[in-house]
């Protein structure tokens, strides 16, 4: 069965600190890995996309990993601000011809404090 | 480009009444689709659509309708609201071409009570 699991399924940090966020999956055939970020009572918003091919990749103070080999992904978080405060989804696409099939993890809550 | 839209922000309704959830798109994407947000649980996607005159059933379509009579507009039909549809919809878009690499992009959402 495909799965997506994230966690920790939340998270209180302070304000400059790091996090990292995870997310494993048992998803078949793999296709791509995108994390997003979802305001609160707002629609997710893609922060980075992760082929098979890829292990990192930054985007400003978010930086992916990802193995495909024990099919584990990682989002750092590094000097965290207050507005980096949401939830972070991991979403996995399976190959499945033009349409595909996208797996949504439950997403893990980030608390940002001052 | 406006993205994607989506009214209304907020509804409540009671048990068996009808209401249908707008989402509109400006960005001439061919694939479109809805999902739900229920709390601990990741996105369900309920119908999608890879264009107009074109709908497929998604993960949890039952209760819901759906009809794509252009490219830019994909409403949500609740036929006859249930409690359990309680829930948060998101409408989503994306262009084909690529298919599964595209970056979907998520409306604003509509948290809908049902009494």
């Known amino acids: 069965k495909n799965q997506v699991e994230q966690s920790p399924q939340s998270l209180i940090i302070l304000e400059g600190k790091n996090c990292t966020l995870q997310c494993n999956y048992t998803v078949s055939p793999f296709s791509n890995l995108r994390w997003y970020k979802q305001d609160t009572g707002r629609g997710p918003v893609s922060l980075t996309i992760m082929t098979f091919s890829e292990n990192t990749k930054s985007n400003g103070r978010y930086t992916a990993t990802l193995d495909a080999d024990t099919k584990q992904s990682s989002l750092h978080i590094t000097a965290s601000q207050l507005s980096d405060s949401a939830s972070y989804i991991c979403v996995v696409s399976a190959t499945s011809g033009n349409t595909g099939k996208l797996i949504f993890g439950q997403g893990t809550t980030l608390q940002v404090k001052p | 480009n406006a993205g994607v839209t989506q009214t209304p922000k907020f509804q409540v309704l009671k048990t068996g009444q009808s209401m249908t959830l707008q989402c509109a798109q400006d960005?001439?994407?061919?694939?479109m689709s809805w999902y739900r947000q229920d709390p601990g649980m990741g996105l369900r996607l309920i119908h999608y659509s890879v264009g107009a005159g074109i709908t497929d059933q998604g993960e949890v379509p039952n209760g819901y309708n759906v009809s794509r009579s252009t490219t830019e507009d994909f409403p949500l039909r609740l036929l006859s609201a249930a409690p359990s549809q309680t829930s948060v919809y998101f409408c989503?878009?994306?262009?084909?071409?690529?298919?599964?690499?595209?970056?979907?992009?998520f409306g604003p959402g509509t948290r809908l009570t049902v009494l």
């Open positions: 960005m001439n994407h061919e694939y």
């Open positions: 989503a878009s994306r262009p084909l071409g690529l298919a599964i690499t595209n970056e979907q992009f």
